[in-house]
């Protein structure tokens, strides 16, 4: 159960549909698969998504950070150690998905090794999570369209809708349009990405009062601070704190501050070990939990699966788990399934995927 060796492979996959929201965009999956070898001959996966809007990681940076810093850190060490392995990679400061996907990596390498499903050492509570579907912006008719092109192939009925464009009104007609369009036989909920101040983010849901949406997820900058705190508290449904919590300080920093009333939890930036204790604290300060998406693959989406099923708060709402359905291809063998707007885990060891080796080839961009 030795660490021997912990490799950074960059990879890049194109969108056939790009996703565009308040804070970026993104065209390709540049991503970097993490593989974790033990001295028993055991390979762990994970992949991290560089997010330079969100986290400030580049795809140079993570494969530097990885073979530079972090795999000498980890060699000798054995897959039981992961407190150990998480305290020497809080060595560094910052790297949050580079440091998530060994995290990762090394708990697909621990289930295998074991024999058993990561997301059952977890905690096992269900085998499934129902989907929702970011949205990214367009025109209403095309968002409309897109949403109901989900609803046929997938079966998805739970919608996502990136907002903070400038005027609002282009947001609020699409929210608007989708409400129309499928009544109260969807769920809908916005996403900022920090895109307004607390005063459009105010107005903008007043306009939308009468859709019933689900939540509302960083609309303004968490740094705004009492303005946050003013929006926060006038609204009649959960807040989400996204990339303002990525890490359980900044969950208890901005719960307290009356910033937030509910938080992602997003495996990219929190691995399995960091999200545990996200979920714990969620769960002792009583808040809604939903499963994020930092625009994963199927190996991040994989991720995100087998930690929301594991607890009851994070599989109570559905999870963001169907933005590899934009790519163009990806490097699993067995592709993920979304089905009746749900998406089951694997109930092999490990991560239960593997790579598929041809791909890799084909998609890496290190040779
Ligand atoms: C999301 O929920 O915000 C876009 C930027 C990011 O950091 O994550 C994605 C999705
Ligand atoms: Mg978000």
Sequence with gaps: MKIVSVEAVPFSIPYRKPLHF???????AEHVLVRVRTDDGVVGVAEAPPRPYTYGET????????????????????????????????????????????????WDALGKTLGLPVSELLGGYTDRLRVSHMLGFDDPETMVAEAQRMRDRHGIATFKVKVGRRPAELDIAVVRALRDHF???????????????????????????DLGLLFAEELCPADDVLGRRWLVGRLDIPFIADESVPTPADVTREILAGAATAINIK???????????????????????????QIDGQIGTACTLAFGAAFEATSRYAGELSNFLDMSDDLLT???????GCLQRSSRAGLGIDIDEDKLEHYRTDN
């Design 22 to 28: 308040a804070s970026g965009e993104v065209y390709a």
């Design 334 to 340: 067995e592709p993920l399934q979304i089905r009746d």
């Design 267 to 293: 495996t990219a930036r929190t691995g399995f070990t960091q999200s545990r204790r996200v979920h714990h604290l969620g769960e002792g300060l009583g808040l809604e939990i939903v499963m994020g998406n």
């Design 59 to 106: 795809q140079r940076g993570i494969v530097a950070v990885i073979e530079d810093v972090f795999a000498g850190q980890l060699q000798g060490l054995t897959l039981l150690e992961r407190e150990q392995i998480g305290a020497r990679l809080a060595r560094t400061v910052g790297n949050p998905t580079a440091k998530s996907a060994i995290d990762m990596a090394v």
């Design 183 to 209: 009544g109260d036989t969807v769920e809908l909920y916005i996403d900022g990405n920090r895109g307004w101040t607390p005063a459009e983010s105010a107005r903008a849901m007043k306009e939308m009062a």
